[in-house]
């Protein structure tokens, strides 16, 4: 009787075990991969969303960028609307400056440097103005130190913008 308790156990359980590991890889972004403070993740297929505006950095980072949103952001962008409303997402996508190879007058991205996002949640991040806020290189979230400093900057500069710099392109 125990002998057979325990082979139906043992089947159940082997029954099991791939469902429960494939629930859990389901579940997506892992708190490693989350930003500090925030908890913020690199969003899914951002690489697909609309651009808001391109934007350069001068030396010593001599970057172009490239801000992005999803639906929610870029229909509040053209609708004029501020505050963003909850469940805006922004990215910044960050590149080396690099030389055409074709063209010598032509500036290209070169390797990819950091991704940067803001997502609104007015409750959730009532305390820095309902933005939460994540930095990451190579898709893996930088120190809790810089993730000190972005809602500094952004509240010194663009408060009156509800802390968003970029504007739409024209
Ligand atoms: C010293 C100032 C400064 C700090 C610190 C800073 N930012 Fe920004 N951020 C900017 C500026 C300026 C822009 C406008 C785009 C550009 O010039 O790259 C910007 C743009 C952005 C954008 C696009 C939306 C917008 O406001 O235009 C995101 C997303 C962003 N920053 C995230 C972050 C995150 C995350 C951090 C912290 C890890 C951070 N920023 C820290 C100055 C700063």
Redesign the pocket.
Same mark, same amino acid.
């Given at each position: 009787m125990v002998i057979v308790l325990a082979a139906i156990l043992l089947v159940v359980l082997l029954t099991c075990v791939p469902y429960l590991v494939t629930i859990a890889l389901a579940e997506g972004p892992t708190t490693a991969d989350a930003?500090p403070i925030f908890g913020v993740t690199v969003p899914e297929g951002y690489k697909q969303w609309e651009l808001i505006a391109p =934007?350069e950095?001068a030396a010593p980072l001599d970057e172009l #960028?490239a801000?992005v949103g999803n639906r929610t952001a870029i229909d509040a962008y053209q609708g004029g609307k501020l505050p963003f409303p909850d469940g805006t997402i922004?990215?910044?996508r =960050?590149w080396k400056r690099k030389q055409s190879p074709e063209f010598s007058s032509a500036t290209i991205p070169g390797e990819p440097t950091t991704v940067?996002?803001?997502v609104k949640d007015s409750r959730k991040y009532a305390a820095t103005g309902g933005w939460g /806020?994540? #930095?990451f290189v190579n898709g893996k979230p930088?120190d809790e130190a810089?993730?000190r @400093? *972005?809602f =500094? *900057?952004?509240e010194a #500069?663009?408060k009156s913008r509800d802390?968003? /710099? @970029?504007r739409l392109a024209p």
């Open positions: 930003s =934007a950095e #960028r801000v922004l990215v910044k =960050a940067q996002v803001m /806020f994540g #930095r930088v810089q993730h @400093t *972005c =500094a *900057c952004h #500069r663009a802390y968003v /710099f @970029t």
